[in-house]
């Protein structure tokens, strides 16, 4: 972990930039500080720039979308309420209550580790990412770490992610071995549908992987199909024989490859009943 | 180098001098509030739960500056030996106090858990004291005398 030897609390957001320039490589930007515990290698002292005083805890929405601000907390997704807002489901069962109170979505979606859920909801759903020098798609945001392609001065504004109305779905499944334990497999699935019919679908995969990734060729082969139980049984695979996972648990990578088909099948059809207003 | 910070502690406001790399559990304690307890120090157990602004944060992975300017409740906050708070009395006379270790930390997280949910059903309460562990494994009473204070709470029973 490393060594705090110094903080501050900038009270802007345009003092926070003016400190991360400052402070350089000796500053580290904290909101909720969980991630920290994890980077055991760390050893260097840096000065702690608490940005978790600047007004970015709020959730808001417009017609069609819901605008996140990146310092609300995992708890804030959970307890937030509004028609289209499915991702109180998503957040009631990641990790504990007390880490999902400590835990900023921010933080949770700009340095991944291989356990977070919310990177592959926010890819599948084509979530919008605004930085205080870009807005970028989920697409681009995930290509990489995203922490490593921030600026100096950079800092995570919010999260927009469409809501889910009539016709549209979203399934959500991770393997854990305890309730409270790390995401070892993680498969989200946006979808629309024309009554039964997939006219668009969008499917990511994490957990055993530690930056999330979509399985594009299983979308292609979906769109266009009507949906039936067996439809994902028919489904060629073969993109994720050539993706390097990271079984957990004591899984062999044949399993984890085995517990991927199994969990998108089971994702895309909670996405089905999701837009077909079927409970979960 | 020590820095000052302030925060409000139980009600009251307090000063600490503490190193930046100091976690808010190592404050607390250090200052004689030993109620909350050191266990896994990784975020795992749930015995150094505290209420940061009302809600149960792990106080082992808190950076103490973290705390500056905020609320913080522990369990010396939450009853007394004489007049226990209603989650404390019911935990005793349910008979789900076994070695003790993990009470103070479950006491808060019920604590909040009533605050958001007066009724919470049996999934709430699992959700809400998920970051709790017992290593006596005394989960079945803990959990029925909450849900007793839930059943109590929907009848309007003080």
Known sequence: MMKITNFVFPKTLEEAQKMLLEYGDRGALISGGTSLTYLKEQKTEKTAINISRLPLREITQNNNEFHIGSLNVISDLRTYSATGWELSKVAKIVSTEQIRNMTTIGGNVSKLFYWSEFPVVFL??????????????ADEFFKSQPFLSYAADEILLSITVPKITKGTGLGFCKDVRTTAGLST???????????????????????????????????????????????????????????????????????????????????????????????? | MVKNISFLLNGISKNFNVDPNEKLLDVLRKNGYKGTKYGCGEGECGT???????????????????????????????????????????????????????????????????????????????????????????????????????????????
């Open chain 1, 124 to 137: 599948s759903l084509g979530a919008k990412f605004k930085t205080t020098s870009k807005n970028v798609d």
């Open chain 1, 185 to 280: 497999l993680t498969v989200s699935s946006y979808i629309k549908l024309d009554g039964d019919k997939i006219t668009f679908v969008r499917i990511a995969l994490g957990g055993c992987l530690t930056i999330p990734v979509r399985l594009k060729n299983v979308e292609k082969q979906l769109i266009g199909k009507s949906y039936n139980e067996s439809l994902c049984d028919s489904v060629s695979f073969d993109e994720i024989e050539s993706l390097k996972l990271l079984p957990k648990e004591g899984m062999s990578e044949d399993y984890c490859r085995h517990l991927v088909k199994v969990n998108v099948k089971d994702s895309v059809s909670k996405a089905v009943k999701n837009a077909k207003g079927e409970s979960i």
């Open chain 2, 48 to 158: 150094c739960t505290v209420l940061l602004n009302g809600k149960p944060v792990y106080a082992c992975l808190l950076y103490a500056f973290q705390a500056d300017g905020q609320k913080i409740e522990t369990i010396e906050g939450i009853g007394t030996f004489e007049n226990p708070d209603k989650i404390q009395k019911t935990l005793v006379d349910e008979g789900a106090v076994q070695c003790g270790y993990c009470i103070p930390g479950m006491v808060l997280s019920a604590k909040a858990m009533f605050e958001e949910k007066q009724t919470p059903n049996e999934e709430d309460i699992k959700m809400h004291m998920d970051g709790n562990l017992c290593r006596c494994t005394g989960y079945v009473k803990i959990l029925s005398a909450l849900q007793k204070i839930s059943d109590e709470n929907k009848k309007g029973v003080n």
